[in-house]
């Protein structure tokens, strides 16, 4: 083997250590901005979670029919038919569900970090009837709502009884009335208030195996940055200056889906940027291989050691996005991350490339593969095509370069 191919090769190993290193600190920064456990965003997430309420999963009230009925059966000891008292519980589905709800939407600040605060003022009537054989009593259970740490407000009224007042008990049954005969109906109508973050939705779910005749929900919400819990609900928006009112309808209604609204604009980017930092490693040794090949065919001759640092400076860039996206918007983020990559960009490379090759070469294509490479993974629909032509183009770059260059000449294999 040869001086010119010992040091290509040896050139190539530097350049895939670095590589590897890079991808190893880009890997662990990726796997936390995913980790809502984290020591950063994650501790503070469950700090607040604990003390306001995360997200909030209503879930809908079980109405009963507990009948009393009693059933002869034969006695071994006596020898004879007893008459013995037993109880059924039969579940009741509503026949009309009814929700109105508003949504005060204010962000709450901890540690710096700010999150998507709500409280949710809810009114529920359901219409409730017997449409067994049998008569009893009418009870319901309530069940908490999922990661709701507040609940205050809560009651269940009954407006034909004279606007009967019940407390209810959470994870009981409690009779709403003593007597429900077949054919009967009844309005029952359930008032709280909650706490949370991100998402407030209604558990429809609860009632995938049943038919609901009407299904009818007012949501109004102060803000207009917000999205449709599984937006396939039919659903209607109005959207004004200072809020929104959103109208669900459906007739004869059976789903697996849950109705509801979440505020998550700020935070839906980190699924986006975590996939960017699992697809970083690419970027940082597309570049370092770039800056190595137009290295030698503009014969800039510069110490292996400072791969090092223009590895670092591609590295800083991604470290600065996975961290500020916590604190700031995506517009902040990559802003301020591009200003402090350029800061270091200028700061070195002019002085050890000159300013020629710093800003045609290097520049150029640390902007292609820090920057546009972000904003892609920012375009869910189109992040595939738009990565195929971003890397075609970088190849199509080096290949005309390449095309147009003796490698016998380079200072790599001439020096040799």
Not at 59 to 88: A, G
Request: proline residues 3%.
């Amino acid at each position: 083997m040869n001086n010119a191919t010992t040091r290509i090769i040896g050139m190539l190993v530097w350049l895939g250590m670095l590589a590897v290193a890079g991808a190893v600190i880009l890997a662990l920064t990726a796997a936390r901005v995913g980790e809502h456990k984290s020591s950063t965003y994650g501790n503070a997430y469950v700090q607040f979670q604990n003390s306001w309420g995360g997200e909030i999963g209503i879930v809908p009230p079980e109405f009963s029919l507990l009948r009393t009925y009693t059933e002869s059966q034969y006695n071994k000891d006596s020898k004879q038919y007893e008459d013995v008292v037993k109880t059924e519980r039969i579940a009741i589905i509503p026949k009309t569900i009814k929700i109105d709800s508003l949504l005060d939407y204010g962000e709450q600040e901890l540690d710096l970090l700010v999150f998507n605060a709500f409280e949710a003022s809810t009114s529920e009537t359901h219409v409730i009837e017997n449409k067994t054989n049998y008569s009893g009593e009418l009870q319901v259970k309530m069940t908490k709502p999922e990661n709701a740490n507040l609940l205050y407000d809560y009651k269940i009224v009954i407006p034909s009884e004279n606007n009967l007042g019940i407390l209810p008990v959470m994870g009981q049954s409690v009779t709403i009335l003593p007597e429900f005969a077949p054919g009967d109906s009844v309005e029952v109508v359930l008032t709280y208030t909650t706490k949370g973050m991100d998402v407030f939705k209604y558990n429809l779910s609860n009632y995938e195996n049943s038919v609901i005749e009407n299904v009818h929900a007012d949501v109004n919400v102060n803000v207009n940055e917000f999205g449709i819990y599984r937006f396939g609900l039919p659903h209607d928006t109005e959207i004004a200056k200072d809020g929104a009112h959103i109208v669900f309808d459906a007739d004869n209604f059976v789903t697996t889906q849950d109705l509801g609204v979440t505020f998550l604009a700020k935070q839906r980017y980190l699924d986006q940027i975590q996939t960017l930092m699992s697809y970083s490693p690419m970027s940082l040794a597309f570049f370092l291989v770039l800056v190595f090949l137009f290295s030698q065919i503009y014969a800039v001759r510069f110490n292996a050691f400072h791969y090092l640092f223009l590895g670092m400076i591609h590295v800083f860039y991604y470290l600065f996005v996975a961290y500020l996206i916590r604190f700031f918007g995506v517009g902040i983020t990559f802003g301020v991350a591009i200003l402090l990559t350029a800061i270091m960009f200028l700061v070195y490379c002019p002085n050890v490339f000159g300013w020629r090759f710093a800003t045609r070469i290097v520049g150029s294509y640390l902007f292609l593969l820090t920057v546009v490479f972000s904003l892609i993974f920012l375009m869910p629909i189109l992040r595939g095509l738009l990565f195929v032509i971003l890397i075609f183009l970088v190849f199509m770059s080096i290949m005309i370069f390449m095309s147009r260059t003796d490698i016998s000449k380079w200072p790599i294999v001439a020096d040799a």
